[in-house]
């Protein structure tokens, strides 16, 4: 009996992911500022006067500063998060001054200022704390950075936003908010709120009115303390400015200039404290993660392929499979299948879907496709705006085949019969034959 060996062979799409995602992170955590200027006492003398130490108190003692310092500018902070917080700090100073004879014999003694009940969101100002301290900050506030990619973002109503953060804040400085174009600040649904992550699509807060237009995202965490730190380095920066002048002049125009200083340091500060000092240090809210919103175009589940009918054919057939239908009002500006090194196979304004099992939605290709493997390339626009067609559910790689090759063995030769008679077959042959 004769053995037929049918060779098929099979080129397997892999369904791809069906969305794109936008991912950020960041990091999130509160910050004590000690913010002013030691300057010296009346009829300061010696050289162990000044500012001794800065230091604040959680589960430990923290030193951020340690030294001997006259006529000098500090700012010196520290970063803690929720679960170990800084409730403490504590200003060292050491006094020595000159008796009424001129001789510097008083002192040294030591002046401990310290300051409890700092919150998460902490401010104090004291323009002078005497002993040489002026124009005194403590702050504590959070601080929240998204790290945000330099390249245009882009989401669809089918696409996960997730911004991860560290969870090191309390929850009330967990607010998520958004603005769309020029509008109001808006807050993100309780359901995606409160936390140091948030996870959701572009449809679960956005609508179809906000499609086209540029969205921010950002987290507030309400805190003015960052207001106040400016404002008191402002205060300081002002201050040493006025101060140094006076110094800088000689008698008895100094007399003159300290009876004015403070009015002098209030106007400098005024003119320092600018709208970019107060954004730098602010902790209202963080940074955005700003992107354009898009309807998501349908993607592609899988796509079906007939094989041409002879090997030299080029009549295959290709149908896409999609996930979603087309709404109204959109459409596939263009469908392309993309050869290697060829020119593509389009078909343009395609505004119908066909239905199919499980719902699922298809197209089909009414022009014949030759063999090859291909690359679907997708474009579509909603409402005279583009939709978003650069996920990974929006292309596919697949193959349309030539016909199978077809092997068999001639084992045996039978008689031969014809209508007239018999025949005989004289030679045999083994070998095999391809059939094309």
């Keep these: 009996m004769g053995k037929l060996i049918i060779k098929i062979i099979f ?25 002013g200027y030691m300057g010296r006492r009346n009829n300061g003398c010696g050289n162990v006067d000044g500012l001794k130490w800065i230091k604040v108190f959680n589960s430990g003692e923290r030193t951020l500063f340690q030294g001997r310092e006259i006529y000098y500018p500090f700012d010196e902070s520290y970063q803690f998060t929720k679960d170990d917080p800084v409730n403490r700090a504590e200003i060292k100073i050491t006094n020595r001054w000159e008796n009424g004879i001129g001789f510097c014999e008083r002192g040294p003694n030591d002046r401990f200022l310290r300051y409890d009940n700092l919150g998460s969101c902490y401010q104090f100002y004291e323009n002078n704390p005497n002993d040489g301290l002026r124009k005194l900050t403590i702050t504590n506030r959070p601080i929240v950075n998204l790290t945000v990619p330099a390249n245009p973002l882009f989401l669809g109503d089918r696409d996960q936003l997730t911004i991860t953060l560290p969870d090191n804040l ?27 992550i948030l996870d959701l699509k572009g449809g679960d807060f956005l609508s179809e009115s906000d499609y086209g237009n540029n969205v921010a995202v950002w987290l507030e965490m309400n805190c003015t303390a960052g207001d106040a730190l400016a404002e008191g380095i402002a205060r300081r920066d002002g201050y040493v400015q006025a101060y140094t002048e006076c110094r800088e002049t000689g008698f008895p125009q100094i007399i003159f200039c300290l009876r004015e200083l403070e009015n002098t340091a209030d106007q400098y500060a005024q003119d320092k404290l ?8 602010q902790s209202r809210r963080s940074n955005p993660v700003v992107f354009r919103y898009l309807k998501t175009a349908p993607t592609i589940f899988d796509v079906e392929t007939e094989t041409v009918s002879c090997r030299n054919s080029v009549d295959g057939k290709v149908k896409i499979i999609f996930n ?51 690359d679907v390339e997708l474009l579509g626009s909603y409402a005279g705006d583009n939709t978003y067609t650069d996920g990974p559910g929006h292309t596919f790689t697949f193959t ?10 001639v084992t045996e030769f039978i008689d031969s019969r014809c209508n007239d008679g018999d025949s005989d077959l004289d030679n045999n042959h083994d070998g095999e034959i391809l059939i094309e």
């Design 324 to 374: 979603n239908n087309l709404t109204p009002g959109e459409k596939f500006l263009s469908i392309a299948l993309l050869p290697p090194g060829g020119g593509p196979i389009s078909q343009l304004d395609v505004d119908r879907l066909d239905a199919e099992a499980n719902n699922k939605w298809s197209y089909t290709f009414p022009d014949d496709i030759p063999p090859g493997t291909y």
């Design 400 to 409: 349309v085949d030539r016909p199978s090759v077809v092997e068999f063995d």
């Design 170 to 196: 309390y929850t009330n400085h967990y607010t998520w908010k958004y603005k769309v174009g020029s509008g109001p600040d808006q807050t993100v649904p309780a359901a995606f709120n409160g936390g140091s």
């Design 11 to 35: 080129f397997l799409g892999v369904t791809p992911l069906l969305y794109a995602q936008i991912n950020i992170s960041g990091d999130a955590y509160y910050q004590t500022d000690v913010v």
């Design 274 to 281: 600018t709208p970019e000092l107060i954004a730098q240090y």
